[in-house]
């Protein structure tokens, strides 16, 4: 069964911190995987996609990396701010005939200004 | 661009009552659209891909009859919620998957329905 997990469930830091959030997946076949944020009762904002051929992803002060083989990918935020605080979500394409995504179980982030 | 709305953002209704919820991508089409179920402080959970002019592909555990699913045009999926009770109450997402695109799902802001 195609599993994905994300450690830890919640995290609050101080504001400044640099911080890593984890996600794990079961299958290692990827298509690509995908970092999104979601604030409460609000939809998804896509941060960064990794194709499966791909090791990392910048964006500002977002970096994703990927490691196939061990099924496991991670999101640093650096220098994190109030305004970094929301749902993390990783989320894994396994292509196919649909792009059908499987979510991980979310990262709940709480930046303490 | 990219960009997919849904309607209504909230809806409240009586238990055994029926909801449709409307998910439309706005600047592209959608072969595909996919809708997700969201309860409170968990993930997103795949629910059924709706392909436009065929049946929607229904997952493990997620009752046919009773979340209708309608995809007649590339820019229109609608999810219909048949008699509904307060454990469908949870917050619902649709997303389109772009024919220029293969790569990514463009999501909706979602639907937060409550059953009384």
């Known amino acids: ?113 | 661009g990219a960009v997919v709305s849904q309607h209504p953002s909230w809806v409240i209704c009586k238990s055994g009552t029926s909801v449709k919820i409307e998910c439309r991508s706005l600047d592209f089409q959608a072969t595909t659209m996919f809708w997700y179920r969201q309860f409170p402080k968990q993930s997103l959970m795949l629910m059924a891909t709706s392909n436009e002019g065929s049946k929607a592909t229904y997952e493990q555990g997620v009752e046919k009859d009773k979340f209708l699913i309608n995809h007649a045009s590339l820019t229109l999926s609608t999810l219909t919620v048949t008699s509904a009770h307060p454990e469908d109450s949870s917050f619902y997402i649709c997303s389109g998957d772009p024919t220029f695109s293969t790569d990514t799902q463009y999501f909706g802001p979602g639907t937060r329905l409550t059953v009384l």
Do not use: H, M
């Open chain 1, 1 to 113: 069964k195609q599993e994905v997990t994300q450690i830890p469930a919640a995290l609050s830091v101080p504001e400044g911190e640099n911080l890593v959030l984890n996600c794990s997946f079961t299958d290692s076949a990827i298509y690509n995987l995908q970092w999104f944020r979601q604030d409460p009762g609000k939809g998804l904002t896509s941060l960064l996609l990794i194709q499966s051929s791909q090791r990392e992803q910048t964006s500002g002060r977002l970096n994703a990396s990927l490691d196939k083989s061990s099924g496991r990918s991670t999101l640093y935020i650096a220098a994190s701010q109030p305004g970094d605080s929301a749902t993390y979500l990783c989320a894994v394409n396994y292509g196919g005939a649909t792009n059908k995504l499987i979510f991980g179980t979310g990262t709940l982030l709480a930046v303490q200004p």
